[in-house]
C-alpha cells in the first residue's frame, strides 16, 4: 500500500561540560508556528518548551524515511556541539531551566483517544518539572484520511504494544503517551503514542516505519479488533505492561 510516513520527535539536551540538562529555549531559534527550515527539502527544527524538535520530510520508503531522521540528527548535532542529544524520554529538569515563558506553556493543541473517541485531558503531573519527549509519527494515506480512529487503534497494536516491551521510559506516560492518542491531520494522522526512543537506533526506525505499514494493511484488509481486545491494549500500553504486550502480540502473531 502506498502511504507517506513522517515524525516530529523532540529531544532534550544535556551539556557534555556540566553533565546536567539544560533548556533548549534561545539555543536554535523557532517556533511550532515558525519553524526553521534547515534545507530546501522540508526538514524543520524548532524549540518546544525545554526540547528540541525536528519535522522530516515525508517519505515513501523506509530507506527514505531513516535518511530524514539521520539528515536533522546530524544537523542538531553540528550546530550544537556543546550538548549531546540525550535518549531519555521523559526528565525532571532542574528549576533553574525552567524559568522562561516557553518553558512552562504545554501542548499547543489538544489530541484525542481513539478509544474512547473523545479530547485527552490537559496532562498534568505531580512532579511540576516534569518534561517529556513524544516521537510522533505521521501518516499520510487515504486510509487514514477515510478509517483514522481504526488507523490508530491498528497503530496501538503494531507499534504502542510491542513498544511497551522496547521502550524502558515509562516516566513520560504520566504527561503524554496515553493508548490511541492521535490528532487528524488533511493528509492523514499523526499517531502520539510513542516517545522518541526509536528514533535513535536505525533497527528502531526500520521497525516504526514496518509497524506503520503493518497497520495500514490491516485495516486495508478489513482487519477489526474487538472490543474486548481493545480493553487489553488500552491497559498494556497505560500500564506499560509487558505481559499484556507479549500476550498481544502472540495473539496477533506480531
Not at 17 to 45: E, N, R
Not at 80 to 106: C, G, H, I, M, R
Request: hydrophobic share 35%; glycine share 8%; charged share 25%.
Amino acid at each position: 500500500m502506498k502511504f507517506m510516513i513522517g515524525c516530529d520527535p523532540e529531544v532534550f539536551l544535556k551539556s557534555k561540560k556540566y553533565g546536567h540538562y539544560t533548556s533548549a529555549v534561545g539555543l536554535i531559534g523557532g517556533s511550532k508556528h515558525k519553524p526553521l527550515a534547515i534545507d530546501k527539502d522540508g526538514h524543520f527544527i524548532l524549540e518546544d518548551n525545554v526540547a528540541v524538535e525536528f519535522n522530516t520530510k515525508p517519505a515513501e520508503d523506509v530507506q527514505s524515511f531513516r535518511s530524514s531522521i539521520h539528515k536533522v540528527l546530524d544537523h542538531l548535532r553540528g550546530i550544537l556541539p556543546e550538548y549531546e542529544l540525550d535518549k531519555a524520554s521523559a526528565v525532571s529538569f532542574p528549576e533553574a531551566e525552567l524559568q522562561t515563558p516557553e518553558a512552562q506553556e504545554f501542548g499547543c493543541e489538544p489530541d484525542y483517544n481513539a478509544w474512547t473517541k473523545s479530547k485527552n485531558p490537559k496532562p498534568q503531573a505531580a512532579d511540576e518539572n516534569l518534561r517529556s519527549c513524544g516521537g510522533h509519527i505521521h501518516v499520510g494515506s487515504d486510509i487514514a484520511i477515510n478509517s483514522p480512529i481504526d488507523v490508530i487503534r491498528a497503530c496501538d497494536l503494531f507499534l504502542g504494544v510491542p513498544s511497551v516491551a522496547m521502550d524502558h521510559g515509562t516516566l513520560r506516560r504520566k504527561l503524554y503517551g496515553k493508548a490511541g492518542s492521535f490528532r487528524i491531520k488533511p493528509y492523514g494522522v499523526e499517531y502520539r503514542t510513542l516517545s522518541n526512543f526509536w528514533i535513535f537506533d536505525d533497527t528502531f526506525i526500520d521497525w516504526a516505519y514496518q509497524g506503520t505499514q503493518a497497520a495500514l494493511n490491516f485495516v486495508a484488509n478489513g482487519g477489526k479488533i474487538p472490543e474486548a481486545d481493545g480493553f487489553l491494549i488500552q491497559r498494556c500500553i497505560n500500564t506499560s505492561n509487558v505481559e499484556d504486550a507479549r500476550h498481544i502480540q502472540n495473539l496477533y502473531g506480531i
